[in-house]
């Protein structure tokens, strides 16, 4: 492992960077960012997408997707003719000397990674291959060993004829809600690759950001990026198993966070308890790793219990809103928050996914608002559960969404929440009852306008 902050030399980029190729397969939520990113950075960036529809959004100019900030670095790029759209990946790969590999890598019904499309990647890079040398970065998060068999896949495509390239795994850590700014100031490059000068060279293109980079083997890169999204995952099953204890006594969750995280070996970050872990990294990630473990005849006994500990939240918060309740059947509920967490419209592994459906199941009317989530989940609902829809009302006004209803549920944690007007919605509501499932509001505040309030591991009266 070499640690390469202090040793690069900072070349002046900017005079090479536009002459500079990078090519990017997939533009979804990390391969957009990181076109956008690099073109602003400087680099002529080339986009292949097979998704029609989203490729013709985002050659508009428009964000298919909901990411602060993106749009203006996917204009800017555009206009300053920094990024380009190729049809597809052999003309990509002629172009560019380095191809980033973004595309997605969902898992299967049996919990293991679905490596179909990156198979398919590898097929056309391999049919595309000529004389010139071609540097393949894998950004997706993939199991140990996939930049291996990439690499394998490759030269069994190219049927013996002369294959010029190198495997790099560079994990991404993006957060989506903060990706622009993540792009920008990563916490650490990690850079995997058999071939050190390859991987130095692949580093240089991000001489200029200031963060720590790692040069480490194929593998350790792979395993850095599970290992950081298993730890995450831990820390909020964990603060999640000690909130339910919290609740057996008189206590309040959020003063015992306090006192954990002000431990500097501890930190504050993702140690917040609530309905727990969604989004399209975190469980997925964590279900393939166990996957990965029980091949490998290592007992993933740590990772089950996170998994779950964090299923579980979901029935804890609805027993939570019906005894708060008594009866939910054709009470309107109020749900605020349908995509996985603030500042996204990405709804994938919403923990709000499950608790809507069995809430309408029970008989409840649910009037449903978020901020940007709403288009994904009238899709979804459309899609899993047609006969819930008349029962499903989706309110683009978050005042509107309280009119007549027995108690607002918090899911996500989204500001507006926080900044929204409770003597306005107090008078609104039928039943003023808020139960939190994201401990976002001050209790005593709205205790002291007149609400029932419930949080999350906190039985203070
Ligand atoms: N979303 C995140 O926050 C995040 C963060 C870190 C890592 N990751 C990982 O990065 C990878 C991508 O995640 P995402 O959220 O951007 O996924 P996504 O589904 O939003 O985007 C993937 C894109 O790749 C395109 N694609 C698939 N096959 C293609 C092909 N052969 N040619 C061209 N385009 C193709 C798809 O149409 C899609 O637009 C996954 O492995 C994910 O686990 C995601």
């Known amino acids: 492992m070499v640690l390469l902050k202090e040793k690069l030399e900072k070349i002046d980029i900017d005079d090479i960077k536009k002459d500079v190729k990078i090519g990017i ?12 990113g690099l073109a602003y950075k400087g680099y002529n960036v080339l986009i292949v997408e097979k998704d029609k529809e989203k490729l013709k959004k985002i050659k508009q100019g428009i964000c298919p997707f909901y990411e602060p900030d993106l749009q203006k670095y996917l204009l800017d790029s555009i206009e300053l003719n920094r990024l380009s759209f190729r049809e597809n990946i052999f003309d990509l790969v002629n172009e560019c000397r380095y191809i980033f590999v973004c595309v997605g890598t969902p ?37 140990p060993g996939t930049g291996r068999w990439f690499k394998k896949a490759i030269i069994r495509y190219r049927r013996g004829l002369k294959a010029n390239f190198e495997v790099v795994s560079m994990p991404e850590f993006l957060r989506e809600g903060n990706a622009i700014y993540d792009f920008f100031n990563p916490s650490r ?4 690759s ?4 390859i991987a130095k060279e692949v580093s240089e293109l991000y001489s200029d950001f200031n963060s720590p980079i790692l040069i480490v083997s194929l593998e350790e890169a792979e395993i850095i990026k599970l290992a950081s999204n298993a730890f995450l995952a831990t820390k909020i099953s964990f603060i999640n198993s000690i909130a339910n204890l919290s609740e057996a006594f008189e206590a309040n969750i959020e003063n015992i966070r306090l006192g954990i995280g002000l431990d500097p070996r501890i930190g504050m970050d993702f140690l917040k308890a609530g309905i727990g872990f969604g989004g399209s990294c975190l469980p997925k990630d964590l279900t393939a790793l166990i996957s990965v473990f029980n091949n490998y005849q290592i007992n993933p006994i740590l990772f089950e219990a996170v998994k779950i500990i964090n299923e579980e939240r979901i029935e804890i918060f609805i027993n939570k809103v019906k005894n708060a309740l008594w009866n939910i059947k054709n009470k309107i509920l109020t749900v605020w928050g349908v995509s996985f967490k603030a500042n996204t419209d990405d709804i994938r592994e919403s923990p709000a996914l499950k608790i809507i459906p069995r809430l309408s199941q029970e008989g409840a009317i649910i009037n449903v608002y978020d901020p940007k989530g709403l288009h994904n989940f009238q899709n979804y609902i459309q899609k899993n559960y047609p006969h819930f829809s008349n029962n499903i009302k989706l309110i683009e006004n978050i005042y509107e969404s309280t009119v007549n ?3 607002i549920l918090i899911t ?6 926080k900044k929204a007007n409770y003597y306005n919605i107090y008078e609104l509501m039928e039943t003023p009852i808020i139960i ?26």
Request: glycine share 8%; charged share 25%.
């Open 412 to 417: 996500n944690d989204w500001d507006e929440y």
């Open 436 to 461: 939190d499932g994201r401990n976002i509001l001050n209790p005593l505040e709205i205790k002291e306008i007149g609400f029932e309030y419930y949080s999350i591991g906190n039985n203070i009266k």
């Open 189 to 192: 490059i990690i850079i995997g």
């Open 25 to 36: 397969i997939g533009a979804g939520y990390v391969g957009l960012v990181t076109a956008a």
């Open 107 to 143: 898992i299967k019904d049996d919990g293991t990674y679905d490596m179909y499309y990156l198979d398919i990647v590898a097929k056309e890079i391999a049919n595309s291959l000529k004389n010139d040398f071609k540097v393949i970065t894998i950004r997706s998060t993939v199991p």
């Open 405 to 407: 209803s027995s108690a």
């Open 194 to 197: 058999d071939n050190y000068d």
